[in-house]
């Protein structure tokens, strides 16, 4: 038969990171693609006690129905863990998610009529596009520097242009790896306040930085009910888990309690129990300080690797921390066909145009070090930096430039 | 600050039942409101001993990201649980999904826009009602007699309206008991066909006949593509994993499947994978023989109580499977009114009306037996009769019949 499908789909594609994902997946490729944390660091074994006492001790009550919100113990966690980042809220200010990508999703639910405007960092992270399409939004992406949205850009869009909010990354930004510094947090939470618009502050990598010191989130200076706070436990203990979660104002939060609802219900009892058992009995400080070191090498190792092998007219980020940096070719560069060409000498990585929600951006790409161990992003920068260079003689060459 | 929020919001209200359910919490309180299935009855030790297994053996795969469809060896096994239903499929025709309440979301997705046309059964799912409302969905309840939809009606009404899909509970169905014998199944399909439009059959309350014998579903006959099938293990395993399926066409999967990756990524990877080892290496069939024959013994019980208890005024639906038995109270009551009254006599159920998208219903209530053992179902009924009685003999005095 012939469907009808909602409008929406037309705009909805199969990501390409999907689909080149499943490239990657043949054993001999280095992937520096994916946004997959070093599985070799996870706490398994804390967690296999964690969920053996679990179930020891709750029994039925850990398979049984929860509420929407969340099961208040891991709420609570959630706020200490919230004050030692900068924020106070207390457990009734969490509405615990299905991983920060239901908290995106929501938050399109329940801000979004179809046509509505929303301002984006320039390029930004890939899913976020994606579930804020599902609701046909209309992307402004605003101009961005080294250290995130440039204000004064911000101020002179949303002075002409009425968006829902404002969606972006301060903290090791996908796919930049660029961090916003204070003074910049300060002046952006001061323009959505004077231009009466929400900040949706998504902080999935906060907690991984490697050099420098912790800057507070924006969601901490907030008073005036401006920001929405989304984080995960996705980076810091697991992602198989897909427990994430929001901080919002009460009006805001108890609509996001609603659509949860009829999204699903509530997320995993036994896998919210296990998280609250385990951040009960183990030390995840120390095991994020062992995250934080290995990724802080493997970027060193990356970006050395980088400067060895790269052509002059290659740049890159210098992330503090995160799991991402972000590669410029010269212009005439276009990492769609260098991606092909890097798959069949058995690397990867992500092409930067998907992270552009206007287009542009393909002579960027996106490189992951979180991973791959060291030998692996030697060995797969050495490659890349090969093709990069043939890429580079060809497109010259096409272009008479050579 | 003031919020601009989505125009969906102003239909989605925090559901009534969620509210009360607040009120059923107190210990003293006889509840037959809940959706819930037996805790004293859940595979604990097996899930115990499947999740030791699972970390043993997965280590950190079970606690890392996975593909958005689900792991292939649990749609291994949902595929040999369809066929034991009478559906032939394979791996590739199923999407694992956040609960069965993710897959009604997805589909709201997948095909609504606002405004369009959603044919379901009058009474319907709660949840399924908000999930669509989400969409903004125009609600055409079709007329039900005790065997569900009537084709005649569903004729008609898709003869002169366009509806993306209809929705309906073949098996003991929420709120109301009911079972669709085979040969209505049929008539809907071929209507359905005719008309050009797709079904939605959501089943997940099939495995749980404690009398007479297995239908098989719509999908079963399906041979060209018009029927989407969704079923969850939260009533044959555990509700708290959150796990559900769809089986559909691979042009309705496929966009599922982007709308999936958009709305969470994936579903718990530990949860999936404990409940595959669970169903590998435990006696599920078995289980659910056990769970069936126990709300069997809990329906006779509420049945017999009813019977014994209730004025001649009203009467009730005598499912064959399932957790709800629905009550029709004479003309005049108002079961919110009742609730109220019955709450404070500390004994629970859902009043009937919002399970009607279009309104009406005041008078039915809707009664769960599957959580409540048979001593408290007999004290229960017996309040619940009392309450019923005096609203009665009230009612009929402000009416001024008595």
Known sequence: MEYRFAARMSVMKPSSIREMLKLTERPEVISFAGGLPAPELFPVEDIRIA??????????????????????????????????????????DILITTGSQQAIDLVGKVFLNSGDCIFTENPTYLAAIQ????????????PTDDQGIIPEKFDETAGHRHAKFVYMIPNFQNPTGRTMPIERRKKLYEIAVKRNLVIIEDDPYGRLRYRGTHIPPIKSFDRTGHVLYISTFSKTVSPGFRTGWIVAPKEIRDRLIITKQAADLHTSSLDQLILERYLRDFD??????????AYGERY????????????????WTHPEGGMFLWVKGPQGIDTKNLFSRAIAHNVAFVPGADFFPD???????????????????????????????????ETMTNEGKI
């Not at 919230?82 to 457990?91: A, I, K, Q």
Request: charged share 25%; net charge neutral; aromatic share 8%.
């Open 131 to 142: 579930s804020f399409q599902c609701f046909q939004a209309d992307f402004v992406p605003i």
């Open 51 to 92: 969920a053996e006492r679990t179930l020891q001790e709750f029994g039925s009550k850990a398979l049984q129905y929860g509420v929407s919100e969340g099961i208040a113990p891991l709420r609570e966690k959630i706020a200490e863990e919230m004050l030692s980042r900068g924020v106070e809220c207390g457990r009734d």
């Open 300 to 315: 060193v190792a990356m970006n050395a690797a980088l400067k060895e092998h790269m052509g002059a007219n290659w740049s």
């Open 359 to 393: 287009g542009g951006g393909i002579n960027y790409m996106r490189l992951n070090f979180s991973n791959s161990t060291i030998p692996t992003i030697r060995e797969g920068i050495s490659r890349l930096a090969e093709i990069c260079a043939k890429e580079y003689a």
């Open 284 to 293: 995840n400080r120390s095991h994020v300080e062992k995250v934080r070191e």
